[in-house]
């Protein structure tokens, strides 16, 4: 049998238990969310772990805080053994500390690098490609589907851009949602949370139309190359962006 | 005139501007709305496949000069326009608050005088700044002529500040652009570079010219270039091919406009710029213009294969750069990384060099790549072009 050793769905179970694991010189075989369903092999194994805010700063104290914002930017992701991934680059930046980094040969450093940026990379991308509607009341409005799960690092990027604004972004994907009240964001489920109005403003339709027109006439026709369009703008964001989801 | 009709005719007017970067500042949002990124941010593509991050518009298309390749030019029978600056506020905020955009890039003809234009300019966007709160990216064209008390007031209202040169010497301006003196762009130019500052002009100057509409060489366009960024300090060079949208005699008659060509700048400008490269490196007056098929800077290896292949684990910095297939990021990952292990073959991938131009030009731990018999010119010539070939064929295909 293989031992799974289960965490609850956040980031601090997981390095919690991850501490614990290294800490007792304990080998997993995997570790996974407590969603998960073992096949017949698998034994999954949940400890009562109690969580310590000094675990952390010890983990955060030895492989610096570069390492750490990495290892967090995995979690995000949807990589199918992101926990084993951090695991792994825990236990090598035990032995090499903050130069870590520098260890691109070894595999965890080098998925560590790669799916951290691939997170970051999304999460830039989707600060252009999300579009708010106005609704009613002047709340503005976004959804999204993003590969990775990104709504906490957007919504800081909005909490200080859109500030005076109130705002909801959310991500249809995981079902959960970002709340702004031109004081601080919060991100609860969908189902814990009930949108009052989902009517648009009068205004909304006038301005999405400027929109379209702007995006049309802005593209020089001589020198027409969807390809190019379609490298830097991929097709599964379209759905939600104003000036190309007709397309579709 | 209704509004929708109004932001048609002035982006129409707007859209040849190349320049779109919203990088290089980052105002904070003081209790109003917006801000800038340092990384810039792109929001949408156009058609074309270039970025949209800024509402590119002009304030008006009204034009006192006659400029032959410009669409806006005196003599050209269009429909004209004029923006109010409470209209442009409006478009701005409700496009930025809905996050289309990531700020203004704000041209204009020349309606009256420089100096009229210049205060209309500084208007709208003093209304932007002051009255509506907006802390975003804004990107305003200086106009030629002005008085440099107007140059003052706009540029510490905005982000970036540019003149464009338009053409690449000032032979192609007197012929195309009469009315415009090179020596007012250079005055800009000037002024600018002497007050940048956080508050002046945070993300610095830029300019572009035009490629393709007057018989420069690019050994001349790219000694242009690596003068500007010299003298005025400048951030970015852009470069626009040439789309035929007047016909004149001075003008040339395209059937496309010389993209290909102008690929091939913007390649080069980033060698001059971050990998060390000087123009006379890679063209001369007996040389001057790129090769279309290759990219400059394996033009330049494959001349000089004399100074190849290079050792990954021991060469410097600069010469790291100076292989097909490694940028300026892959080769820092390989110096940062090779003071930890050595560095073999399934490594560079990793770090994202670029193994199908690369193999050629290097040796990991003494071993060349590739057949060691096969480090010829002509065969490593051949088989970059047509892989490059055989990839634009795949792409074609979709």
Known sequence: MKNVYIYENDFISLLNLIFYLLKNKLKPENIKNEFYTPSLFENNITLTITKNEKNIEWIIKNIGKYSMKSIYYVFLSEEENKELIIYYFLLNALKYRQKIMYHRNLKCVSEVLRISEYVIHESHKMKGFLRFKELEKNILYAEMEPTNDILYLISCHFNSRLKNELWIIKDNRRKIISIHDKKQFIIVKEKDFEISTQKESINEKNIENLWKTFYKTIGIKERKNDRCRMNFMPKKYWKYITEVKKEL | ?398
């Open chain 2, 1 to 398: 005139m209704e509004l929708q009709e109004k932001l048609k005719i002035l982006a129409d007017s707007a859209k040849y501007d190349a320049s779109c970067s919203s990088s290089g500042s980052n105002r904070k949002n003081k209790d109003g709305i917006g801000n800038a990124a340092s990384s810039g941010i792109c929001h949408s593509f156009a058609s074309d496949g270039r970025c949209i991050s800024l509402l590119k518009i002009l304030l008006t298309n009204c034009c006192i000069y006659d400029c032959k390749y410009c669409l806006n030019r005196k003599s050209n029978n269009i429909k004209r326009a004029i923006f109010t600056p409470e209209e442009i506020c409006t478009i701005t905020l409700n496009f930025y608050r809905r996050n289309y955009i990531e700020g203004l890039f704000l041209s204009s003809g020349i309606i009256k005088s420089p100096d009229y234009t210049m205060e209309l300019l500084i208007k709208t966007i003093s209304l932007l700044r002051n009255k509506y709160k907006f802390n975003g990216y804004i990107h305003a064209k200086a106009i030629p002529g002005c008085n440099p008390k107007l140059l003052k007031q706009l540029g510490s209202l905005v982000d970036r500040l540019s003149a464009n040169i338009e053409l690449p010497t000032e032979n192609g301006l007197k012929l195309l652009a009469p009315s415009k003196e090179s020596k007012n762009i250079s005055q800009i130019m000037e002024y600018v570079k002497n007050n940048q500052n956080k508050k002046y002009v945070p993300a610095g100057q830029s300019t572009q010219m035009i490629i393709g509409a007057t018989k420069e060489t690019d050994f001349e366009i790219m000694n242009q270039s690596s003068s500007l960024y010299d003298k005025y300090k400048l951030k970015r060079v852009f470069y626009s091919a040439y789309v035929p949208i007047n016909k004149d005699n001075l003008l040339p008659s395209l059937e496309q406009p010389p993209l290909v060509r102008e690929n091939r700048l913007y390649q080069a400008d980033w060698l001059l710029r971050f990998y060390n490269f000087k123009v006379t490196d890679l063209l001369d007056s007996k040389n001057p213009n790129f090769n279309i098929l290759l990219d400059p800077k394996t033009d330049w290896a494959l001349r000089h294969l004399n100074e190849f292949p290079k050792e990954i684990n021991t060469c410097s910095y600069y010469d790291l750069l100076k292989i097909p297939g490694i940028g300026v990021k892959s080769a820092k990952r390989i110096i940062t990384s090779r003071k930890t292990f050595t560095i073999h073959i399934e490594d560079l991938k990793r770090m994202g060099v670029v193994l199908k131009r690369a193999k050629y030009f290097i040796l990991c731990n003494g071993k060349y790549v590739t057949n060691k018999d096969n480090f010829k010119k002509e065969y490593i010539e051949k088989n970059i072009v047509l892989g490059d070939f055989s990839h634009i064929e795949q792409l074609r295909l979709f």
